[in-house]
């Protein structure tokens, strides 16, 4: 009897990808399409459309998008999970039941909620909960609070012949694992599987960030307009191989899945998951053919007893204006444009008794701005200043907009434009994580039209029982004989991201014959020195030895963060190129090289 092979495709990888890979993946003999939609600014973006319109509050991409392939996915028999209830689930599934009855479609859609915390704010705020990062109390009023969900109700919903699950907030590999826990029969308890499941949702989530973009060597990788998404065919045993559809751009190869896989997990040998805790350290890739790799060895252990949530909250208001300045000494002109834009508010505000901005950013874009300290040139003569300015009041902002039209007149001679037109002051959202008892949480319910349920989860081991992150100290290498600097480029790859204010920079060796020289030369002493200027707190380093690779995370590194954050660079997508750049001394051999 031939194995019973799952494959899931990743159909979304956030708010605003492509609708063109619906498309590619119903061509695929799919089982099921993956579509991830939430992030942190996404919930915050819901939470005040739902506020206009009661029936708002999802990113209305999923329907539209779906719209036009559900008849192919119903005569195919293609199921769908989704995150895209946003904080409306319930609402998604009445837009998406209107359509299917428009077509005369009716598929068995489920509904997954519980994960709204919102409810229990003033409760946990007496309770004393505290921001999981900093320890500092709640603010007065929070816009959403979400609990990370995990597989199972998917699974349940699954289990109950669902066609189409939507769901609210959850572990975005839950959506995989969910699936691939009702294919298989997977236990609850099974938690080398829980494991590899997660690594598959893990690889889908991000869509094409596994087929090839974002990739350390781009100029390798074919067809960005026709990049194909990905695809896991799943084994019972955890096993998959990742691809994309035939005839796709994209590049499929251990490097690509490599960088993925440690994208923004921070401790690879402990990945916290609702489900399981996840240890990616020694997985192994093997490529079994073109766009064809093999992933296996993710292992695990049983979850801790906390869901972690991610809160918004609102911070005053925000403007970013840009202009664009040419000419000789464009950085120098775009600094002094913005000071002087910033001072003539702040006369305006001081002569009607209003406060001083909360907070301001200039840029000078095209001067290396992102550097900080780092940048090597500010000698460029065409730039993009961009100043952003946070108040309390959006009355300020208004005015700081409406001295935007004197720019062009009033001071450096090159400036051509305000390319922005006034910008209008918006809030200003930050990010609040804390973590809560999975048992202070009503049970996860599913719907499916007159027949709901709760979905019982396993308590969990206490949060301080899980073993704490492993920073791996630095070691040395032996003596090589004669060696050369170089970009650490030319021995490593590099994918990096976010977790709130910190930055998870993964380096990955290009031969493991490299990896001793990685961990001599890229300590964790250095890295920080790499980005003096940007990053405030701490470094730690961790090994993921079956990748041949170390993984980074630097605290209080992003101003912030995500949608709090100032900076052209919110998330870090550029700390991995910028990290690239570090000189370190290799062994000449290993560049085939030979003494002179």
Known sequence: MPEKIVRIGGASGAWGDSPGAIAQLLGSAVDYLMMDYLAEVTMSLLARARLKDPEAGYPPDFVAYLRGSLREIARRGIRVVANAGGVNPEGCGRALRAICAELGLSPRIAIVTGDDVLPLAARLRQEGVREAVSGAPPPPRLL????????????????????????????????????????FGWARD???????????????????????????????????????????????????????????????????????????????????????????????????????????????????????????????YRATACISIVGVNAAAKAERTAQALLDRARAIFAARGMADFTATHVEALGAEASYGAGSRTRASREVVLRVTAVHADRAALDIFARELGSVGLSFA????????????????VRLFTFFIAKSALAPPRVTIGDDAFDVDVPRGAPMEAAPPPRA?????????????????????????????????????????????????????????????????????????????????????????????????????????????????????????????
């Not at 969900?149 to 839950?174: E, M």
């Not at 191989?241 to 997990?265: M, S």
């Open 190 to 316: 099974d938690y080398n599987r829980l494991a590899a499941g997660s690594l598959v949702g893990h690889l889908l989530e991000c869509g094409p960030q596994s087929t090839g973009g974002l990739h350390t060597d781009w100029e390798k990788v074919p067809g960005w307009h026709n990049i194909g998404y990905p695809i896991a065919e799943c084994s019972a045993s955890g096993s998959f191989v990742l691809t994309k559809p035939e005839g796709t751009g994209g590049l499929v190869i251990p490097a690509v899945v490599a960088e993925q896989t440690l994208y923004e997990i921070g401790d690879p040998a402990a990945y916290i998951l609702p489900d399981v805790i996840a240890d990616f350290s020694h997985v192994h890739l093997r490529a079994i053919g073109p766009d064809r790799v093999r992933v296996s060895g993710a292992r695990g252990r049983p979850p801790t007893d906390q869901y972690k949530v991610s809160a918004t909250w609102q911070d005053g």
């Open 144 to 183: 959403t609070a979400n609990a990370y969900l995990g597989a199972l109700p998917i699974k349940a919903a699954l289990d109950r012949g669902a066609d189409i699950v939507i769901t609210g907030r959850c572990a975005d590999s839950a959506l995989a694992l969910g699936a691939l826990m009702h294919e």
């Open 472 to 596: 791996v100290p630095d070691a040395g290498a032996p003596d090589e004989g004669p060696t050369v600097d170089a970009p650490l480029i030319r021995l490593a790859l590099a994918r990096s991201g976010d977790k709130g204010d910190s930055s998870n920079i993964a380096i990955i060796a290009r031969d493991p014959a490299y990896l001793p020289v990685l961990r001599r030369e890229v300590t964790a002493e250095r890295i920080a020195a790499h980005f003096a200027g940007l990053v405030g707190g701490p470094v730690r380093r961790y090994e993921a030895p079956g990748l041949n690779a170390l993984n980074f995370v630097l605290d209080n590194a992003l101003g912030g963060g995500g949608m709090a954050s100032l900076r052209i660079d919110p998330q870090g997508k550029a700390y991995g190129q910028m990290a690239l750049e570090m000189i370190i001394r290799a062994p000449r051999a290993l560049f085939g090289e030979t003494p002179a």
């Open 413 to 428: 001679p090159g400036t051509t434009g305000i390319f922005t037109g006034r910008p209008k002051p918006a809030p200003q």
